[in-house]
C-alpha cells in the first residue's frame, strides 16, 4: 500500500485537520466488504442532499439510523424466518446484515428518512451558522484613529 504525505496540506490549510484522517480511512477501506446495499448520493439543491439505499426485503423495525462525531451509520438487521420449512429452489435476495457508513462535512445534519418501495431514502441539509457565513469587513479610516483633545486636557478615542 502506498504511503501519502500529508504535510503541504498542513502548510497551506487552516481548519481540515479531519481531511487528512477521512483520506487515510478511504485509502484502507475493504472496498469488497462496502457493496452492500448499493446507494446513491443526490444533491437536491445547494444545501441539501439524499442519500438512497437499495433495502429491498428489510422491514422499518430492522433498520437503524444514527449520527455519532460526524458519521452517519444506516445497520440492518434481517430476523430470522418465522417459517423454517421454507424451501427455496433460488434465493437469490440478499438478506444479509450490513453496516454502511458515511463521513458527513461539518455542519450537515440528517434531518428524516423515509422508506418506500425498498428504497431508504434519508433527507441531509447543510447549514452554516451565522458567523460561519460569508461577511463584509468594514475598512476602518486614519480619521477614526486620532485623538480628540477636550478643554480639561484629557484624551478620548474618537
Known sequence: MNSI???PLYRSTIGFDRLPSLLDKALRADTAASNYPP???EMMSEN??????AVAGFHR???EIQVEKGVLSVRGSKAQDKAPDKEY???GIATRSFDRKFNLADHVEV???DLSNGLLTIQL???LPEEMKPRTIAINSEIGKHLEHNKKGDQKAA
Not at 441539501?48 to 439505499?53: G, M, V
Open 5 to 7: 504525505d500529508f504535510t
Open 39 to 41: 446507494y446513491d448520493i
Open 48 to 53: 441539501q442532499y439524499a442519500i438512497t439505499l
Open 61 to 63: 423495525d430492522e433498520l
Open 89 to 91: 429452489l433460488y434465493q
Open 111 to 113: 434531518t428524516g428518512a
Open 125 to 127: 441539509v447543510k447549514e
